[in-house]
T-cell receptor, first 115, second 114 residues
Framework: DQQVKQNSPSLSVQEGRISILNCDYTNSMFDYFLWYKKYPAEGPTFLISISSIKDKNEDGRFTVFLNKSAKHLSLHIVPSQPGDSAVYFCAASALGSGGYNKLIFGAGTRLAVHP | NAGVMQNPRHLVRRRGQEARLRCSPMKGHSHVYWYRQLPEEGLKFMVYLQKENIIDESGMPKERFSAEFPKEGPSILRIQQVVRGDSAAYFC????????????FGPGTRLTVL
């Protein structure tokens, strides 16, 4: 069962514009969400995270929004740059349930930023 | 400051052989996680280990797969009698403690079974 879904396998955006990557989850026990970026032949690199007690977290050009009622989160990249072209993975964990940081990943969205 | 190290980066095995994948966590990290990524899919959790202990192996196939994280040395993911379906990228991640919010990933080992 896919507890974390990224329904758009790919996204193409013009340089300088906003990139919006979406993620939906089904497990209401998830209380921590992360975005990772992955280049080909490399491991995932941590980008930004958000706790379920917040609805927004911002770090430079990257902002993550969480809508708990809709079980939906999104990653905004503004402005988009060609170096942002990569596969972006959404991941979730249930830290607060007495568990540990076992990450459940979405299938990823391939972002292409073109000039 | 070295990040998570994995070796080898690429491993080719014939069906029936054994594959050994190694992972050295970041300095100061004592928690190791293994994930597998099949083509066009996300990463799937396999096993979580602390030093000398397997905490959760719920994502690991019951047959042929095993993992360890000895007191000294790297964590090892071992696949016995490999089959073509084992071909994938295997990633190791580490964290400082059990409830740390961020896992840091290594570059992965790409296993190809001929």
């Amino acid at each position: 069962d896919q507890q974390v879904k990224q329904n758009s396998p790919s996204l193409s955006v013009q340089e300088g514009r906003i990139s919006i990557l979406n993620c939906d989850y089904t497990n209401s026990m998830f209380d921590y969400f992360l975005w990772y970026k992955k280049y080909p032949a490399e491991g995932p690199t941590f980008l930004i995270s958000i706790s379920s007690i917040k609805d927004k977290n911002e770090d430079g050009r990257f902002t993550v929004f969480l809508n708990k009622s809709a079980k939906h989160l999104s990653l905004h990249i503004v402005p988009s740059q060609p170096g942002d072209s990569a596969v972006y993975f959404c991941a979730a964990s249930a830290l607060g349930s007495g568990g540990y940081n076992k990450l459940i990943f979405g299938a990823g969205t391939r972002l292409a930023v073109h000039p | 400051n070295a990040g998570v190290m994995q070796n080898p980066r690429h491993l080719v095995r014939r069906r029936g052989q054994e594959a050994r994948l190694r992972c050295s966590p970041m300095k100061g990290h004592s928690h190791v996680y293994w994930y597998r990524q099949l083509p066009e899919e996300g990463l799937k959790f396999m096993v979580y280990l602390q030093k000398e202990n397997i905490i959760d192996e719920s994502g690991m196939p019951k047959e042929r797969f095993s993992a360890e994280f000895p007191k000294e040395g790297p964590s090892i993911l071992r696949i016995q009698q490999v089959v073509r379906g084992d071909s994938a990228a295997y990633f190791c991640a580490s964290s400082r403690d059990r409830n740390t919010d961020t896992q840091y990933f290594g570059p992965g080992t790409r296993l190809t079974v001929l």
